[in-house]
């Protein structure tokens, strides 16, 4: 079979007829040099096989990572850390309210518009029209209620948007997720939740000096590194601290049933940032 080809800033990715992907720096001429070479066949066996999907396109993430698309309107990026394909669009939330904004051309009211991800996501979603009703209607009476695939629909958005390094995304379904939770309502068990997220974007109170995410980490470090464990003060490219502060509590803020979160987790960040600061001082 043919090969696909597309290049981006300087750099020109491949998928050849043996299912590899290739990347090559191109730079000044004369010192061109591979900088991986990895296989796209685990993409093109396993539930959707057979037959497969058509690969339809390949190229590079705004951060370099490759990402492969295919006809359904599945997309993956390639997580060199993990050496493995993380899907970040697909069709699996017909019933999300966010699906339909989704649609929308950029600049129209959908969230995350003009982004990395929102691209993907408006791709699949054309896929899912064109393939028929079945598409949008998966899961039958056994799917989960709209607000519940809602939910779920946001972590997915977010998980997204974090494999593929966008943090302006990041920020608006945060926002949007935020906004959801609040909506669940005042009692304790529903904000279980927006207390873990806050928790988690805090980090902790100790001062002590937290680990810099070193390039192409992830958040979770895996088994035997020395970091494992510890906190990352960075998600997506944004401090969490401050996601926290412009993003989450405003967010409370603006729900009645969530308002009395503010107060204590703005507490609890005034006294992280101080704490930190002294540390970093010495």
């Not at 051309?105 to 929102?118: F, K, R, S, Y």
């Not at 948007?161 to 609040?182: C, D, F, M, P, Q």
Request: charged letters at 20%.
């Amino acid at each position: 079979s043919g090969g696909i080809v597309s290049a981006r800033g300087g750099r020109l990715v491949a998928v050849c007829g043996d299912c590899s992907l290739i990347v090559w720096e191109l730079g000044v001429p004369g010192e061109e040099r591979q900088t991986m070479r990895e296989s796209v066949a685990p993409l093109l066996i396993g539930p959707r096989a057979p037959p497969a999907p058509a690969m339809v396109g390949v190229r590079l993430s705004v951060s370099g990572a490759p990402i492969a698309q295919f006809a359904d309107g599945h997309a993956y990026v390639f997580q060199h850390r993990l050496k493995a394909w993380a899907r970040v669009a697909d069709h699996s939330f017909p019933r999300s309210e966010f699906t339909t904004r989704l649609r929308l051309p950029p600049g129209a009211g959908g969230g995350g518009t003009g982004g990395e991800l929102h691209a993907l996501q408006v791709a699949a979603a054309r896929a899912a029209v064109g393939m028929g009703p079945s598409a949008l209607l998966q899961g039958g009476a056994n799917a989960p209620a709209p607000r519940k695939e809602t939910g779920r629909h946001l972590e997915c958005l977010l998980a997204s948007a974090e494999i593929l390094g966008s943090k302006n995304e990041y920020r608006t379904w945060l926002r949007a997720y935020v906004r959801h939770l609040a909506a669940e309502g005042a009692d304790e068990q529903a904000q279980v939740p927006l207390r873990e997220l806050c928790v988690s974007l805090l980090g902790p109170l100790s001062g002590a000096v937290v680990v810099l995410p070193v390039e192409g980490s992830e958040e979770i470090d895996g088994e035997g590194d020395t970091n494992a464990g510890r906190w990352v003060p960075t998600i997506a490219g944004a401090e969490k601290r401050t996601l926290l502060r412009e993003v989450v509590l405003p967010a409370l803020a603006a729900n009645r049933a969530t308002q009395r979160l503010v107060p204590e987790f703005d507490e609890m960040l005034a006294v992280a940032e101080h704490r930190a600061a002294a540390a970093n001082a010495k």
